[in-house]
């Protein structure tokens, strides 16, 4: 059985995780096809704008590792798994596609890192999330201690992964952890909104973001230039031109 049900709606695909009887937990099996998926997305005919991940049905977003594959797993066999995460979670941070995280029950430990490699989260009023390894003796394995204090700061950070505490859309929301709280149709929208756009522009503009913010000002700022440059001669830049000219939606192509 496939580890994914894929539906496409036009530039956009929503990924489910095809896992609820094991709470959509993070298999070796899971995570080798997501990365294939994330391959297929980013690849150069580039179709695919933007991405929905989300949990089948409504305990569940993912709720971490499978702890239950992990119990017969080598301890070389979990480097191999982590090795084989942390290189998924990256490869969506890389993507020219947008991936948008709809946080839909339960999102602990490796979860949370799964969202957190997202570049939104939309979350549902009843979830919650929680970066809680220490509770298992361990601590996060997929990045989660590098992307949460990036995202919410370093106090807040600490706060949620000393403790292992789970937190609620409410103060996820409050905190930064995410982006919006709704439902399935609200991140379709968002995601529609964003298909809407120049697609090499939106790619452009994720990178100028993700990598600016490891440079100081003045070399951030000198990349979002080279970047911005990249778009002047784009056949997408006089369309937008041109459509806003006529009063009329642009049709934007890739080019």
């Not at 505490?165 to 929301?173: M, S, T």
């Not at 000002?217 to 784009?234: H, I």
């Amino acid at each position: 059985m496939a580890e994914f049900n894929i539906e496409v709606f036009g530039a956009v695909e929503r990924w489910t995780i095809n896992g609820e009887a094991r709470r959509n937990a993070l298999s070796r099996a899971m995570v080798g096809e997501l990365q294939q998926h994330v391959a297929r997305v980013s690849g150069a005919e580039r179709a695919v704008r933007a991405v929905v991940l989300t949990g089948a049905g409504t305990k569940a977003f993912c709720a971490g590792a499978d702890l239950k594959e992990r119990a017969t797993m080598s301890e070389d066999e979990v480097r191999a798994f982590l090795e084989l995460l942390r290189a998924t979670l990256r490869a969506i941070e890389l993507s020219d596609c947008a991936f948008l995280a709809f946080i839909n029950g339960a999102a602990f430990g490796g979860g949370t890192e799964l969202a957190l490699a997202c570049d939104l989260r939309i979350m549902d009023e009843a979830a919650e999330m929680g970066l809680t390894e220490v509770k298992l003796g361990i601590i996060p394995g997929g990045g989660g201690t590098q992307r949460l204090p990036r995202l919410v700061g370093k106090g807040a950070a600490k706060d949620l992964i000393f403790t292992g505490r789970r937190v609620g859309a409410e103060e996820a929301k409050a905190l930064g952890l995410v982006n919006r709280v709704g439902d399935i149709d609200d991140a379709m929208h968002l995601a529609r909104n964003i298909v809407e756009n120049a697609p090499l522009a939106v790619g452009l503009a994720k990178h100028a973001i993700d990598d600016g913010l490891e440079l100081e000002l003045d070399a951030g700022l000198a990349l979002e230039q080279r970047l911005y440059q990249r778009t002047l001669g784009t056949e997408d830049r006089l369309e937008g031109l041109k459509a806003f000219a006529e009063k009329r939606p642009p049709v934007f192509k890739g080019k």
